[in-house]
Each structure stands twice: as C-alpha cells, then as structure tokens.
C-alpha cells in the first residue's frame, strides 16, 4: 500500500491490492453528510437480519447479537462517543464494519443485501420521517398564519392585483390564502410519502438474489404497508436500485412550498416598508444595519424569499443528475442526498421562521384603514350596483369608469360626487349610491364561497381553527 493511500475498506478487501488513493477517498466519500441516515440504516439492518434468521442465514443467538451491537452503537452515536471513519466512505460501510468488528455475526448481515438496495431504502425511510415532520411544520405555519388573522378579523385591507389597489379584503382574507396554498403543499408531501412507502430491500445491486429472502417480511418490519397493513414492495429489482424520482418529487414539493413562502415572504416586506405601514414586526425578528441607525428591516422574510431559489435549484440538480444516467444504480446518486437534505433543512427552518415572526406582527390598523378607505376601491361595487339596475354590466363598466373620470377632472374622490353629477353620467343612479360607498356593508355584501365577505371570512376562520385544532 502506498503511504497516501487509505486502508482498503471491505467493498475492496479481496479484489484490490490496495485502497484507493488519499484524494479518491476524500471525492468519494459521503460520510460527512450520509451519516445523518444511522437511525434508518440500522433499522433497516435489524428488520433485514430479523427476516434472515427467519430463514436460517442467522442464528437466534447471531441474530440477538446483532441486535445488542445495534443498540450499543446507535447509544454511542447518540451520545458523540462514536467515530466515524472517512476511509469507510459512508453511513452503511461505517456501521456494518464497526457492528461486525464487535460482533462476529456482523459478517452475514450483508447476505442478499447490496449498498445499492441498502441506500434506497435508507432513503425512502428518511424521507418518510422527515415529511411526517415537516407537515407538523406546515400545520404550525397554518396556525399562525390563522391566528395572526384572529387576531384582527376586522381590519380591511386593499386588495391588489398588478400591485395596484383593487378591491377591499379582510386582511384575514389575505392569510388565508396562503393557508390553502400550505394545505395543497401539505397534499403533495402526503402524495409524495405514499409513493415512497415501498420497500426496495432484496432488489440487491440490481438483480434481486438466488437467496429465498422474505420480502414482505423486511416491508412488514419496517412499516411499508398500505392500508389494510399488506406490504408494498417494489416489483422490479432494476427500478428499485436506480430511481430517485420520489426524492425528485420531494424536491419539487419543496420548491413549490418555497415559492408559496417566498411570496408570503414578499408581501410581508412589502407590508412592513413605511409605504404601506400595515404591519409591525417585533424587534427581535428584526434585524438593525450597521450603518443607518434607523433602520429595522425583515430580514427573516428576506432570507424566506432569497433560501426559495436555492430549494428550486435543488430540485433542477436532482433533475440534472438523473437525466441519462443509464441503468442502473451509478454513483452519481450519491449526489442526491445534499441536495434532498438541504431542500428539507430550509423549507423546514422558513416554515418555523416564518410561524415565530408572524407570532410576533401586529397590525396597525390605523394604517390599513386609511388605505382601505380609498373609495376607488368599491368601482366594481358601483358597476354592480348598476348591473342591479339592470344595466348590462359590459355598460355598467363603461359608465363608471365615466364616473371615475368626472371624479378625476374634479379632483374629488368618488364617494363626494353630488346625485346630480352621478346622474350627468347615467341617468340609471339613483340617491341610494351613497350606500354603495359604505365600507362595512360593501363587506357584508360579498356573500358567496370563497369572497371575502364578513360573514364569509369569520365562518372560514371558524373552519380553519377546527381543522387545526387536532
Ligand atoms: N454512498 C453510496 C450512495 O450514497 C452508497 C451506495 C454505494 N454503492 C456502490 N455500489 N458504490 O449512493
């Protein structure tokens, strides 16, 4: 062995003369960031030794060893006394051959088992845990994003498309919005789980194994079941060690969440600049510029928006990756896990970032009164209390926007228009026009699914509250 070469680990240990060169094992090498699977790959492990005691590769009394080193192991890990070897390159050589140094049974824990169906299902087990956490992060958000509108069920805002004003809303409204955005991310988390929920082990390196291993016993073991408990295997040995579109779907579920928090992040920032003045952040989800002293700027809803673009790119990395790599397992899918972690670290720390801050935002509803008292707001009330009339609403429309325009000319807001100038439009208003101007009623008004009416909107977070509160 040259003297910058490493020990050669087990994957080499009778075809090669030496291990591989210091700088190979060091491009090669994932423990640094795949040892964060230990807890699945020891699981995975047990349930795989569990099934070949069942069918005589193991001992009862081998296979109880190989529990004891586990638990032994994974309280070392626990508690940082353990060392990870680089020259092991990852989680599952670095395991399997400290087991095996303590163990002598450790040897036969690889029979019928290949790292390449060995990761898979590391994979698929992680993912599934951290997506059950993640929804707990989803609901989290949701609460707040509904509380924070409890809060001040009665504050209106603007409404804006084009970022112009456009039609009042309640600003519980406003957030709930994005909490049926976080529920359709919250459904394709749940999909994407689902589709995960199947057990690669005994797909081998690529060809299954001549062995008579118990599939559906290992899926059973480890909790890939459907609904009525019966195991989900995968149904192709070659599939099952080389795709990865459900950490692809993963990804994009992340990025869509991303880009879901990125503009509730935008609207936050816009809300809290002097311009709009709606909202108040507290000092301590704030943070200060080194220069001007006066500054105090949402940096957690910048950093929300600006983290959204790398979760995207994770999600074209992944793509990229898979895109021509002929079948089967290659070791190009090592590169998947940094960017699957990172797609889950970030959408995780802005789901919690974001609940906190939005725990510590008032409103200041002097601020949004003002905006929303703008009486151009309620046009479109004015065009539908013509079409009320009887107008057709295509006139209707062409008549107020007449009446915005006399407004305009005589530099009064719309609400202060005399009957006789209304009726120098269109003869069709009538004294009742005052009434269209009335904010509170203008909200009573909006009665259907879905608009943002007072009646509408507080049976909504009355809805809200009860579908979060389990
Ligand atoms: N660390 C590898 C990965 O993450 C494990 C599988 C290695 N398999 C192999 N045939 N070299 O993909």
């Given at each position: 062995m040259s003297s910058d070469s490493h020990p050669?680990?087990?994957?080499?240990?009778?075809r090669f003369g030496s291990g591989p060169a210091a700088d190979v094992a060091a491009f090669s090498e994932s423990i640094s960031f795949d040892w964060r699977l230990w807890r699945q790959d020891i699981r995975g492990s047990v349930a795989h030794a569990t099934m070949l005691q069942k069918i005589g590769v193991l001992s009862a009394r081998e296979l109880r060893d190989i529990k004891s080193g586990f638990d032994t192991i994974a309280q070392e890990i626990e508690g940082g006394t353990f060392t990870w070897k680089p020259e092991l390159e990852d989680v599952h050589m670095n395991l399997e051959a400290e087991l095996t140094r303590r163990v002598p049974a450790g040897a036969r824990l690889h029979t019928g088992r290949s790292r390449n169906d060995q990761v898979a299902l590391d994979i698929r087990l992680w993912l599934r845990d951290e997506i059950a956490g993640l929804q707990e992060d989803l609901r989290s958000l949701q609460r707040a994003l509904v509380e924070f509108g409890a809060r001040h069920p009665a504050v209106i805002i603007p409404g804006y498309t084009h970022l112009q004003r456009a039609q009042p809303v309640y600003f519980a409204h406003h957030l709930?919005?994005?909490?049926?955005m976080l529920e359709r991310d919250a459904g394709r988390f749940a999909d994407c789980?689902?589709?995960a929920n199947v057990c690669p082990l005994g797909s081998g390196a690529i060809a299954g194994s001549t062995l008579p291993l118990d599939r559906e016993l290992v899926a059973t073991l480890l909790g890939f079941v459907d609904a009525k408990g019966?195991?989900?295997?995968?149904?192709?040995?070659?599939?099952?060690?080389?795709?990865?579109?459900f950490l692809v779907e993963f990804c994009a579920s992340g990025a869509l969440l991303a880009v879901h928090l990125s503009?509730?992040?935008?609207?936050?920032?816009?809300?809290?600049?002097?311009?709009?003045?709606?909202?108040?952040?507290?000092?301590?989800?704030?943070?200060?510029?080194s220069l001007m002293p006066q500054k105090k700027n949402p940096d957690v809803a910048e950093l929300t928006r600006g983290k959204s673009g790398r979760v995207v790119g994770n999600l074209m990395s992944l793509l990229m990756l898979l895109k021509g790599l002929p079948m089967t397992y290659n070791r190009d899918l090592q590169e998947d896990k940094e960017r699957t972690f990172d797609t889950a670290d970030t959408v995780r720390s802005c789901l919690r970032l974001m609940a906190a801050m939005l725990g510590q935002?008032?409103?200041?509803?002097?601020?949004?009164?003002?905006?929303?008292?703008?009486?151009l707001l309620l046009?479109?009330?004015?065009?539908?209390?013509?079409?009320?009339?009887?107008?057709?609403?295509?006139?209707?429309?062409?008549?107020?926007?007449?009446?915005?325009?006399?407004?305009?000319?005589?530099g009064k807001p719309l609400d202060q228009l005399t009957l006789a100038e209304f009726q120098g439009v269109d003869p069709a208003f009538g004294a009742d026009?005052?009434?269209?101007?009335?904010?509170?009623?203008?909200?009573?008004?909006?009665?259907i699914i879905g608009a943002p009416g007072t009646q509408e909107v507080r049976r909504q977070l009355a809805a809200w509250r009860k579908r979060l509160s389990s």
């Open positions: 050669a680990p087990v994957s080499r240990s009778g709930l919005a994005y909490a049926e789980a689902h589709r019966r195991p989900r295997l995968t149904q192709n040995s070659m599939d099952g060690v080389s795709d990865r579109d503009r509730l992040a935008e609207d936050i920032i816009l809300w809290v600049s002097t311009e709009f003045g709606f909202i108040r952040i507290a000092d301590s989800y704030t943070t200060g510029s935002t008032t409103v200041e509803p002097a601020a949004c009164k003002e905006a929303a008292s703008d009486p046009a479109t009330d004015l065009a539908d209390y013509l079409v009320q009339k009887g107008m057709p609403f295509r006139q209707a429309h062409h008549v107020v926007g007449a009446v915005v325009a006399v407004a305009e000319k005589w026009v005052t009434g269209v101007f009335r904010l509170s009623e203008a909200m009573a008004r909006r009665r």
